[in-house]
């Protein structure tokens, strides 16, 4: 019955939560100085008419919402005007039918650029969360396992240093390095190869995804050691773990069975939260690779002021993040139950 | 003792990184001749032979009406034919038209089109796809540029299969220049996107034109794959294929080029240059660029007793920037060679007015620039009343209320602009001027320029068409409201030229007055015009031969390079 209790409190928070940035996401970018209409068409070919025409096609020239004509510059307008016209009003419609709009930019269905962007973004970046808790973890068990040798101080600086390293730097390097050993340097496929069998395609697609696999699981592996080691460490100095060793347990049986499962709760915490942000790509290592993901959506869209695709990109950014969230919650009640009753 | 130990593996650790770090970058030089990286070697018979270029943007759409970038006009310029085309050596020829005739009065064009087009679906073109195309530009309001060149047409008709008719309001002196980007498209396929909102929305995948390559996949910043349309009626490419590959980083850019990734590039940064150019495989180009850009110091000259407030004139700029003096004190002030030298790396040529030195004939190089001279600057603000009242290093406005301290804004998306602007503050500071520098998002930046007129100074610039119409209208009354008119300028005078040179028929009394206009503007310092950016572009000599460099204007992707290169034996 808690534990029900505790489930709906934590779903209708996100709930709550995923509503609240569906209203921002619309506020957010018109309050930004700009208009989508003129933003990367200063040329004097680009006149009144075709603007105003434009604005009418985008549903730019109705008002934000009752009292507002725009948001920035402030104009008020008429408040007596029928809510059902505003462009708030469109886009909760358009929401509520599952409708996210057509892109400003390339005139296509935002739906389709995030479905084709979120999923590059997710072979990239969770091949990369993958590997990197999988070594982090690995390496901070280790290092905790035998603290305080030398060992255990080659992967704290390790660590340090990787987790420290600017990660278009490190991009660079190893693509400069790799483009002398044959890797593909950018993109996701090699062009042109796309009436090749399934298998050439699928080993090509490895292939390009090498470098920046790498390079990711090498920034993004020492935060999961240092936070692993030192979490292990911590609850390897406390009583119950003495009193198993004066049982005469052995060190392995010490590490699975008492001290692994309480040492990783704050790990759990750290996946949930970059898992959340792996939506978001890694915008850095997209450009230095040129991969198409969605962190170069999302710049892309900045720049043109594409509304439609910022709030598509907002969204799923959010709802990812909040769900990670909702999932962390849920798997803290079972690896500890304590938090059900606090 | 542990902390002994500490130090020795931080320092081990430190030297083994920095050895893979140079390790790395000694990878980076030129790879060795005979070990191409690409996965095909165009000498291998049986497989296409593939050129494969390098840049760094990707078209926006494949919609001829909702394209903005330029990486979609080149894609455009490939797939489509027009009735009339540019070329690098800057004339125009007869595309699928074979002939053109004018009538007496100058209102009425016909067009003979030729014969046996075909399109790359295999359906003839005629003379009723060539009108209905140009009707399409010209009935579309909302397509963003190419509605602008039929603004002069009146009637577009077919009368039969081969002839076309175009009927005109005023007279134009260049039409040869507006037909050229009304790209001809399907009637067949594109009657059912002939009207908005369709024709906006269409976008267009499968591209069917009729011009020397055809699209085979488009994939939005990842790469254009064209193939060759050996059909076509005048330029059948010797290649098979061409691919497009999107690099967004500029350094990774050069490197594909340098590791044989690719076969060209059509940009780099200056700083790649040298490097380039050390390397036996590849070959630099530099020239005038086919669109060729100028960048200008805008001074915001918006009167606040003649703002245009009813489009949202703020009109808050610096008093001081509005008396000529000072402008002309400022031009005297830069040393444009020395801008060229460091923020071109010496790739570019020095800039005179709007109209860049690419223009051609348009360019008026009779004028004489200001030269740079300090004195000369510190003896006219001197003159005019502009002292330094409280010696602060900083001169006063004559009647001491404002020092000549003026905010110098930028758009944050430009590589040239910060150093521009340190070096434009470290010269004018010598004449007693200070400068306060802001980078600023690009569409915040367009808000507080025009018609706002909320700013002193911002360093911007312009791309261009080859003819010198649109770059001359930024001068004019007319365009204040529309927000292309960047400094407030107005002058009945100037806006008076700007209107014969429209209906002027005889190509050299509208070069002259080309030529007045750009006089005019240059002695009322209205811009200073730092430099005309050169284009820098690179292939390998060890892949393909036949490119056409030595004209007017550079121009790797341009068609007559890519109907003509073949592979190396």
Known sequence: ?342 | MKKYTLFVIAIVLALVLSACGGGAQSTAEPEQPGEPAATQSPEEPGLPVVLRVGWAGSPDTLNPGTGVLTEAYTIFALVYDTIYEYRLDGTYTLDVAESAELSEDGLTWTFKIRDGIKFHDGQPMTARDVAFSVNLYKNNTDFIYLNAYTTNFDTVEATDDNTVVITLLNPVPNMDYLLSYLYIVPEHIWKDYAEAPASTEFENLEMIGTGPFKMIEYRQNEFVHLGANKEHFANPPKIDEVIFQTFESPDVLVQSLTSGQVDMITEMPATAVATLQGDANIKVVTGAPFAPSVSDVIFNQADPENCPTDVGGLCTGHPALRDRNVRLALAHATDKQKLIDIVLLGFGTPGLTLIPDGLGPWYNDTLVDYEYDVEKARQILDDAGYKDTDSDGIRETPDGSRPLNFKMHWPSDSIDAPRLAELLSEMWGEVGVSLELQAIDPDALTAECCPAFDFDIILWGWGSDPDPNLLLSVYSTGEIPNGYNETGYSNPAYDELHAQQGVELDPEKRREIVWEMQKIVHDDVVYIIPYYEQATQAYRVDRFTGWITGMAKVELSDVSSLVVIEPVK
């Open chain 1, 1 to 342: 019955m808690k534990r029900y209790r505790y489930l709906l409190k934590k779903v209708s928070w996100s709930a709550f939560t995923i509503l609240f940035v569906l209203i921002l996401n619309f506020f957010l970018f018109r309050v930004l100085p700009g208009d989508p209409v003129k933003a990367g068409t200063h040329d004097p070919r680009f006149k009144k008419e075709n603007q105003e025409a434009m604005r009418v096609r985008f549903g730019l020239d109705k008002p934000v919402i009752n009292c507002f004509e725009t948001l920035n510059p402030i104009k008020v307008g008429d408040c007596w005007i029928n809510p059902f016209e505003t462009q708030f009003f469109i886009y909760i419609r358009n929401l509520v039918q599952g409708e996210l709009g057509i892109s400003y930019h390339t005139n296509g269905p935002v739906a389709d650029i995030l479905v084709e962007r979120l999923w590059n973004t997710l072979l990239l970046i969770g091949a990369g969360q993958i590997l990197s808790i999988i070594v982090g973890i690995l390496f901070g068990l280790f290092a905790a396992w035998k603290a305080r040798t030398v060992i255990d101080y080659s992967a704290l600086i390790t660590g340090l240093v990787t987790w420290s390293l600017p990660t278009f730097w490190l991009g660079i390097i190893l693509l400069f390095w790799g483009s002398g050993h044959g890797f593909p340097i950018g993109g996701r496929i090699t062009p042109g190869t796309s009436s090749y069998p399934l298998s050439y395609q699928i080993a090509d697609i490895a292939k390009h995804m090498v470098l920046p696999t790498l390079t990711y699981t090498i920034v993004y592996m020492g935060e999961y050691l240092l936070v692993m080691r030192s979490s292990l460490m911590d609850v390897l100095s406390e009583d119950y773990i003495l009193t198993a060793k004066a049982k005469g347990l052995s060190t392995f049986q010490i590490l699975k069975d008492h001290a692994l499962k309480n040492a990783m709760l704050p790990i759990v915490t750290i996946i949930a939260i970059n898992l959340g942000f792996t939506v978001a790509g890694a915008i850095q290592i997209e450009a230095v690779f040129s991969w198409p993901g969605l962190g170069g959506a999302v710049y892309e869209a900045l720049e043109r002021r594409d509304y439609p695709v910022l709030q598509g990109v907002f969204l799923l950014i959010a709802v990812s993040v909040v769900i990670a969230n909702l999932i962390a919650d849920l798997m803290y009640s079972y690896l500890d139950p304590r938090v059900q009753t606090e």
